[in-house]
C-alpha cells in the first residue's frame, strides 16, 4: 500500500492542524480493507471493509464523477462517509498554501444553507502532492456535522476529498479517515525507456 507523507503549516491545530498530527501517526490500510479505484485510473485508495460504495450521478459534457463510501448502518440516522468529486482544471492550475483562505470563504458563501463554519486551514503535501486541507462545521436535517476537506489538483483534474462524521462521533471516526488518506496513491506518467547505450544503461 501508498505511504502517504504529509508535512503541516496549520493556522491552528485545533481541527486540519490535529488531522494532520493523526495522518503522521496512524498505519496504513492493513487486509482487513479493500482497494477502491477511480473508474478512469487516476488513482487509488482503500476503504474500510465493511463501507459501502457507490456513485453519484454520470459525467455531463466532459466533467468528470463523484464516488463516496460509507458506514453500512446510519448512527443517529447519519453514515460516516468520505465523497471524492472530481472536476476539470486548466494545465497549469497548481494549488498553493496562499489559495486557502479563498477557498474557505468561498466554502462559507456557497455552503451557508448548511450554516458552514471554517474552524482551520492547513497547506501539505498528499502522495506528494500540493494540498489544502479544510475542516468545519455545518449541519444537515438539524444534525451537526464535522467535515474535513481535501483539494489536491494532478494532471488536469481537481479532486475534493471529503470526509463527514457526527460532530459527536468525528473524533472516533478521524483516524480512520487518516488512514484513507495515507492509501491515497495518484497515477503517475510512465518514464520512456532509455536507449540503448544511454547513460545508466548497464
Known amino acids: 500500500m501508498h505511504a502517504t507523507k504529509a508535512s503541516s503549516a496549520p493556522d491552528s491545530v485545533s481541527w486540519a492542524g490535529t488531522f494532520l498530527k493523526t495522518l503522521s501517526r496512524v498505519p496504513e490500510p ?10 478512469f485510473g487516476r488513482y487509488a485508495l482503500a476503504v ?10 454520470e459525467d455531463t459534457q466532459g466533467l468528470l ?3 463516496v463510501a460509507g458506514e453500512a448502518q446510519p448512527r443517529d440516522g447519519f453514515n460516516a462517509n468520505m465523497v471524492v468529486s472530481q472536476t476539470q482544471v486548466p494545465k497549469s492550475y497548481t494549488l498553493k498554501a496562499a489559495m486557502a483562505a479563498d477557498m474557505a470563504k468561498r466554502m462559507t458563501a456557497e455552503m451557508k444553507p448548511y450554516k458552514y463554519a471554517v474552524k482551520d ?13 479544510i475542516g468545519g462545521t455545518l449541519e ?11 483539494r489536491i489538483a494532478h494532471r488536469e483534474v481537481s479532486y475534493l476529498f471529503t470526509f463527514t462524521a457526527l460532530e459527536k462521533t468525528y473524533a472516533q471516526f478521524e483516524p480512520l479517515f487518516a488512514r484513507v488518506v495515507r492509501a491515497i ?3 503517475r506518467e510512465t518514464p520512456e525507456p532509455r536507449a540503448s ?6
Open 30 to 39: 492493513g487486509a482487513d480493507w479493500h482497494p477502491l479505484r477511480d473508474r
Open 185 to 187: 496513491a495518484f497515477e
Open 65 to 67: 464523477y463523484s464516488l
Open 140 to 150: 444537515v436535517d438539524g444534525r451537526p456535522l464535522r467535515n474535513l476537506q481535501l
Open 121 to 133: 486551514r492547513a497547506f501539505t503535501r498528499i502522495d506528494g502532492l500540493p494540498c489544502i486541507i
Open 48 to 57: 474500510p471493509a465493511d463501507w459501502v460504495e457507490g456513485t453519484l450521478p
Open 197 to 202: 547505450g544511454a547513460p545508466g544503461k548497464p
